[in-house]
């Protein structure tokens, strides 16, 4: 069975460049968590979707950033213009469904914003 | 809400040596507690889980960790350090199905 699937795996970008980000979680997977981690800390949750509903973003910057699961699979995350404090590593999880507790991530995208 | 904090930003062991990674968590509900790995370049993988079973909970790669209420911790341990366990180590908690939250990480470092 496939994992999660990130890319790109690496992104460098100018500030004010906008950068997109995709995720592709684990079949049959209903919820997908994006998180944002920056060097030396853990993951913290940016934006979690049940199915297509974004259910819980209140930790995402909506003035730059933006999120979508277009039919409930695949997900983008955008930030648009980057700014040099974007510079961390951008995880995408998935579980079966919110209740089963255990998250499978994805190897993230490393951003580095110059 | 709920949080974790890991005691000590790093931890280096020789190999062979016993491994004792520290979380202590803080929760006004009964938790459920989880410790993730994570190598250089990928995304966290987990080693363990607590969801109010047993207390003493076996993951993989000879690793387990113990739930002690009293102490409001989580220590994770492994009797015998391998090269190969060297990572970035992570505690999570997570209550009533909320969301995770995750502590600041331990490296740990094992010396030949």
Same mark, same amino acid.
């Given at each position: 069975?496939?994992?999660?699937?990130?890319?790109?795996?690496?992104?460098?970008?100018?500030?004010?460049?906008?950068?997109?980000?995709?995720?592709?979680?684990?079949?049959?997977?209903?919820?997908?968590?994006?998180?944002?981690?920056?060097?030396?800390?853990?993951?913290?949750?940016?934006?979690?979707?049940?199915?297509?509903?974004?259910?819980?973003?209140?930790?995402?910057?909506?003035?730059?950033f933006s999120a979508e699961r277009l039919k409930g699979v695949d997900?983008?995350?955008?930030?648009?213009?980057?700014?040099?404090?974007?510079?961390?590593?951008?995880?995408?999880?998935?579980?079966?469904?919110?209740?089963?507790?255990?998250?499978?991530?994805?190897?993230?995208?490393?951003?580095?914003?110059? | 809400?709920?949080?974790?904090?890991? &005691?000590?930003?790093? /931890?280096?062991?020789?190999?062979?040596? +016993?491994? %004792? =990674?520290?979380?202590?968590?803080?929760?006004?509900?009964?938790?459920? &507690?989880?410790?993730? /790995?994570?190598?250089?370049?990928?995304? +966290?993988? %987990? =080693?363990?889980?607590y969801t109010s079973a047993a207390t003493l909970v076996k993951g993989?790669?000879?690793?387990?960790?113990?739930?002690?209420?009293?102490?409001?911790?989580?220590?994770?341990?492994?009797?015998?350090?391998?090269?190969?366990?060297?990572?970035?180590?992570?505690?999570?908690?997570?209550?009533?199905?909320?969301?995770?939250?995750?502590?600041?990480?331990?490296?740990?470092?094992?010396?030949?």
């Amino acid at each position: 069975e496939a994992g999660v699937v990130q890319s790109p795996r690496y992104k460098i970008i100018e500030k004010k460049q906008p950068v997109a980000f995709w995720c592709n979680p684990i079949s049959g997977h209903n919820t997908l968590y994006w998180y944002l981690q920056n060097l030396g800390q853990g993951p913290e949750l940016l934006i979690r979707y049940e199915n297509e509903e974004a259910v819980d973003d209140s930790q995402l910057p909506k003035d730059r950033f933006s999120a979508e699961r277009l039919k409930g699979v695949d997900s983008t995350l955008k930030i648009q213009p980057a700014e040099l404090g974007d510079s961390a590593v951008y995880l995408c999880a998935s579980s079966l469904n919110r209740g089963t507790y255990e998250q499978y991530f994805g190897p993230g995208t490393r951003l580095t914003v110059t | 809400a709920q949080s974790v904090t890991q &005691l000590g930003s790093h /931890v280096s062991v020789s190999e062979g040596a +016993l491994v %004792l =990674l520290r979380c202590n968590y803080s929760s006004s509900v009964p938790p459920y &507690l989880f410790w993730y /790995v994570q190598y250089p370049n990928q995304g +966290l993988q %987990l =080693l363990l889980k607590y969801t109010s079973a047993a207390t003493l909970v076996k993951g993989i790669n000879g690793f387990e960790a113990e739930f002690k209420k009293s102490e409001t911790s989580f220590h994770l341990t492994k009797p015998s350090a391998h090269m190969s366990d060297a990572a970035e180590y992570f505690c999570a908690v997570s209550v009533e199905s909320n969301d995770m939250r995750f502590g600041a990480g331990t490296r740990l470092t094992v010396k030949p």
